[in-house]
């Protein structure tokens, strides 16, 4: 159950069990990181622009976008010859090197849109363009990618599959109710982004540490 055999003509390693427990950990994280800058990204922008219906449209609008370029470029990235779990941490940390814009210059960035733009539906789509799509990006290209690290036989897909999406979800589900019910009341917004950050940089560096072993071969 836990041990999977790689598929022919590929390059992807076997997995340990731990191994897939924590890529399928990773990603769940990276759903839950991915909703709740969402949700701190609206409390930013209801300073500028109000948190009426066509805000929270122009949000979820270029965050749903840039997730599915995201899901169509993991695909693409997880039919190459060389599948790893270093590309998998890779595009992790890149989240959160994207996440890092909002946390120094958001307020700059949409104040000088709010200067040139009085409009709120279109100064916040602009803003959400500007400091949400690359981390949406990102966060869709996980997702592809995970499942062919952790489906590498037809039979078990669907089970595997299945608990992929089961996890990413519920990680999307904490990252909504935790940041807007309890982390608000906690800590400054600046704070929890800074905490996203860290943690996601940190879950994408920890399997060099306990994996060390397992080089992969040159990425392409």
Known sequence: MCTIAAMPQSLTPALSCAQVR???FAASWASFATMAVE???ARIVASYFGSGIAVWGSIITVLLLAMAA???WGGK???RSVVHPTRFYQLLLWLACTLVPM???SDLILSEITYWMTDSRYGSLLGASLLLAAPGWFAGSLTPYAMR???TRVEEAGARAGLLSAMTTLGAAAGTILPSYYLVLW???NTILLGLVIMTAAIAGLPWLLWSNTAAPALK
Do not use: K, P, R
């Open 149 to 151: 690290l952790i489906v």
């Open 77 to 79: 990235l997880s039919q």
């Open 39 to 41: 949700m701190l990204f």
């Open 70 to 72: 995201g899901y169509l």
């Open 22 to 24: 924590y890529v399928v």
């Open 103 to 105: 946390v120094l210059i």
């Open 187 to 189: 800590w400054e917004i």
